[in-house]
């Protein structure tokens, strides 16, 4: 519970010719994670013979799923024929492109159709046809956008051309024809207008007034959409009979690819190959026992001691109540090996700090209820959920003992909120000294383990006799205990000693943050007080409304509703994000540095989480 | 009249509880600001970074949360 699971390395060398067997076994049992092979004294296991047609296959059958768009989605499961897999993958992909061709074609003419009517438009503007443009052997002509003065500059030049223009936003358009002997001159002139060109090309060589060839475009355009709306129907349908089977074949080649070419993370020699893995010591036995049974007994396995320095994979230990709680564990990062795996604890304090916060009975039910459904139509973030309604009935046990619903006072609770406001803040400080210094004394223990006594004495240990020469100096100063200050001073001393001895001199300006950190949990009381007022002038304003006549007895409902949504869904927000930030930031930097990397057992698929 | 009662002290007191609090949800807010910003590009570069930016922004928020603390002590020491 309190630490990842125990690991063992084991060494594997097997048989060859057992290597398919082998692996199919191992991918089905998903507890081995495989460390990789590096290349040394032997080399790398070649992947299996049918490595290159399932990665082939896998790379078409992806090919087609993108084509078609289908969506991932839950499907139902299928078995797959092996055999007949080309056969299946190349008659879907042959109709699934027969019909991109058609839907591309179609595509093409309606864009090049529209373009043409973009130049009829054009040219209608400037009163000429597609057919003054054919190539003339005297002639030469422009059609575009030139800046205005224009033919000023033209006129300089030459008089003889034949001009049509017509105003567009800042520039004009102009339609020019003019003797090909001046065509260079011509040039420079339009070139010193900022002369842009239309692209006529399309329209070249087209005879007829523009209403008949804008009529033959459009006709072309409509009879294009109509072939692709049927291209996009046909698609559709494929994806329709095709798509889960698809995904399933998919899912399937992925299995067979990965399996495939794990020998390329183990070693070889001519006839046998070996492997190294790390697998749960309690499963170690079972999977000796499976793997031998596939090897024929050609197999040997030896268990490797742990090193220190060694990268241990983690797999998280927890009840399955529990399990839920990883997530936050996991966001935060992953314990290492050797470290305290903090889910346990955060599954206690979590719900209470939250419970605190939003401590009303209403809100709890209504949370509860919204967190139900949300688990039932969202299942990915299952755990997540999970964590927010075991916080709403602990919202509502609270709600319970402070006697609030919907932030009216119905009962008199142990704890009167908008009167107790000192008291709360004292609750939250204790509670806030509690979880702090037990983060100190659990980081006391792991650091005795690991470095010694003296260590654990100057590095965490020395935080307390801080904090409790500090208790003593407040307590004496004020005459609640008959002592002298100057016994609150030596232990207080004694404390930033020991600190400075494990620290050194800069752990001085660190002195504070003990208290900080403390003092921090106060928000315990300040989120849950932001709440419980915005409640009552929620219900101050509805009331004010009410007794202001009939009329305005609906606005109040709409009102009551709205006030209490929005106080909901910040009382939501708020006391699990401080809730959790209590944990990471004042809880965990006593003891914890994660950064364990995951047990990824191969066979088993990543996990999707929501955040 | 409550107001007649109150002396020039208690008056001051009150005055340092709202800058307590005041200048505590600046100084909050500016740090919010530039981490808000911060978050929404990590965002838009990658959503799953939603719930980690939203733990970051509540980070600053301690401050006003001792800004509050300091404003109910010198509140009490009124009465």
Not at chain 1, 67 to 74: F, S
Not at chain 1, 421 to 426: A, P, S
Not at chain 1, 513 to 527: D, E, K, N
Request: with cysteine; net charge neutral.
């Amino acid at each position: 519970m309190l630490r990842p699971s125990r690991m063992s390395r084991l060494f594997v060398l097997g048989a060859k010719s057992r290597l398919d067997h082998i692996t199919k076994r191992l991918q089905e049992l998903k507890i081995a994670h495989i460390i990789e092979h590096r290349k040394g004294e032997y080399g790398l296991c070649d992947p299996l013979k049918t490595s290159d047609r399932y990665s082939s296959l896998l790379v078409k059958t992806r090919s087609i799923i993108s084509y078609l768009k289908v969506l991932p989605g839950k499907i139902h499961k299928r078995d797959i024929d092996d055999e007949i897999l080309e056969d299946t993958l190349d008659k879907i992909q042959k109709q699934v492109l027969d019909a991109l061709a058609v839907l591309k074609k179609n595509s093409d003419q309606e864009q090049q159709a529209k373009l043409i009517l973009n130049i009829l438009d054009v040219m209608e503007d400037l009163k000429v046809t597609p057919g003054d443009f054919r190539k003339l052997e005297r002639i030469t002509s422009w059609i575009g956008e030139v800046d205005s003065g224009f033919e000023h500059h033209l006129r300089k030049i030459t008089t003889d051309y034949l001009i049509r223009t017509a105003p567009s936003k800042q520039r004009i358009r102009i339609a020019l024809f003019a003797d090909r002997d001046r065509k260079d001159e011509i040039e420079h002139v339009l070139l010193r207008c900022n002369f842009s060109a239309f692209d006529v090309e399309a329209a070249r060589g087209m005879e007829g007034s523009i209403r008949l060839l804008r009529k033959q475009e459009e006709a072309k355009i409509s009879v294009a959409q109509t072939q692709m709306v049927k291209s996009d129907r046909v698609l559709e349908q494929l994806r329709t009979r095709h798509g889960s089977l698809l995904v399933a074949i998919e899912e399937y080649l992925e299995k067979k690819s990965a399996q495939a070419q794990i020998p390329l993370s183990f070693g070889a020699t001519e006839e046998t190959f070996f492997l190294e893995c790390y697998v749960p010591t309690d499963r170690v036995k079972r999977l000796k026992w499976e793997l031998d049974l596939v090897a024929e007994g050609k197999i040997h396995f030896k268990e490797k001691k742990l090193t220190k320095d060694e990268e241990v994979p983690v797999e998280l230990n927890n009840p399955k109540g529990l399990k839920s709680f990883e997530f936050f564990t996991r966001l935060y990062s992953l314990p290492k090996y050797d470290e305290f795996d903090p889910t346990l604890l955060m599954a206690f304090t979590f719900p209470l700090f939250f419970g605190f916060m939003l401590g009303d009975v209403a809100y709890g039910l209504i949370t509860f209820i919204i967190f139900f459904m949300l688990r039932q139509k969202f299942p990915a973030g299952r755990q997540f959920f999970n964590i927010l309604i075991t916080s709403s009935v602990a919202s509502m046990i609270f709600g319970a003992l402070y006697g609030e619903v919907l932030g009216y006072e119905l009962w008199h609770g142990l704890i009167v909120r908008t009167h107790d406001v000192m008291i709360l803040m004292e609750i939250a400080l204790v509670a806030g000294a509690i979880q702090v210094n037990l983060g100190l004394l659990i980081g006391c223990y792991l650091v005795w383990k690991e470095h010694g006594f003296a260590h654990a004495l100057y590095e965490k240990l020395s935080w307390i006799f801080i904090e409790v020469g500090a208790v003593l100096l407040y307590l004496s100063y004020n005459n609640y205990i008959p002592l002298l200050p100057v016994a609150g001073w030596i232990v207080f001393g004694i404390g930033v000693l020991l600190l400075i001895k494990g620290e050194g001199f800069t752990a001085i300006i660190e002195i504070p943050s003990v208290f900080v950190h403390i003092v921090s949990y106060a928000r315990l009381m300040a989120v849950g007080l932001a709440s419980v007022y915005i409640a009552v002038m929620v219900n101050l304003f509805t009331s004010f409304l009410w007794h202001k006549g009939v009329l305005f007895i609906p606005i109040a409902i709409i009102a009551l509703l709205i006030g209490h949504l929005f106080n909901i869904a910040l009382g939501v927000l708020s006391p699990s994000l401080h809730a959790i930030r209590l944990h990471y930031v004042e809880f965990f930097t006593k003891f914890y540095s994660g950064g364990g990397i995951e047990f990824a057992p191969f066979g088993k698929e990543k996990e999707k989480s929501i955040i | 009249m409550a107001v007649e009662t109150l002396t020039t002290g208690a008056g001051l007191l009150g005055i340092g509880a709202g800058l307590a609090i005041g200048l505590a949800a600046i100084g909050t807010g500016l740090a919010q600001q530039q981490i808000i910003a911060a978050v929404l590009g990590a965002i838009s570069e990658d959503p799953k970074m939603f719930g980690k930016g939203l733990f970051f922004i509540v980070l600053p928020e301690t401050l006003v949360i001792f800004g509050l603390v300091i404003a109910l002590m010198l509140m009490g020491n009124i009465g």
